[in-house]
């Protein structure tokens, strides 16, 4: 009978330590996010940061701006984004991104730029930090859940536009 169970146990044992393992490649799946965040920040200079966030936010997602309420909602947050985004351009740089170990949840963190020109034409510049909460969609795409940022001073070495 020991042996039948031991026979048993041998048969089960792959079984039960390929259900603990990932189903995915884990530094795969952060390049990809990585990517999908290099993606999104193109797209908001290309086509406006609304646009962007209209396109690459969670229907569910919450912004925090600094010094502001959250926003809850894709629709609530393109809407808001939208009366101002024809006046800035707004570019960031991810520095990482990481992927939970269910493959679900991720976040990606950097820094970006924000120029502006107002109405007789003169330029400015602000810089700052961000920090994004992404989901995994059911399509295997990337959209950010919870997106927050703040401003910090310019980065040593770089000169104001």
Same mark, same amino acid.
């Given at each position: ?13 792959? &079984? ?5 393992e990932p189903r995915f490649d884990l530094e795969k799946e952060q ?8 993606? &999104? ?11 962007? &966030? ?15 309420? %959250? ?13 101002? =985004? ?5 570019? *960031?740089? %991810?520095?990482?991104? !990481?992927? =939970?170990?269910?493959?679900d949840m991720g976040y990606t963190w950097g820094t970006y730029t924000?120029?502006?020109?107002? !109405? ?13 909460? *992404? ?6 795409? *990337? ?8 401003? =910090? %001073?310019? %980065?040593?070495? !770089?000169?104001?536009?």
């Open positions: 009978m020991k042996t039948l169970g031991r026979r048993i146990g041998l048969l089960v044992a792959p &079984f039960v330590i390929a259900a603990c390049s990809k996010l990585m990517q999908t965040d290099i993606e &999104f920040s193109n797209k908001s200079v290309e086509v406006g940061a609304a646009e962007a &966030f209209n396109q690459y936010l969670d229907a569910d997602a919450v912004q925090l701006p600094a010094q502001a309420d %959250p926003v809850v909602g894709r629709e609530s947050i393109y809407a808001r984004m939208r009366t101002s =985004s024809n006046r800035y351009v707004l570019q *960031w740089e %991810p520095k990482k991104a !990481e992927v =939970s170990g269910s493959g924000v120029t502006s020109e107002d !109405e007789k034409g003169l330029k400015s510049t602000s810089y700052g930090k961000y920090l994004n909460v *992404w989901k995994k969609q059911n399509d295997g795409s *990337w959209k950010v859940l919870i997106d927050i940022g703040n401003q =910090s %001073p310019e %980065p040593k070495g !770089e000169s104001q536009q």
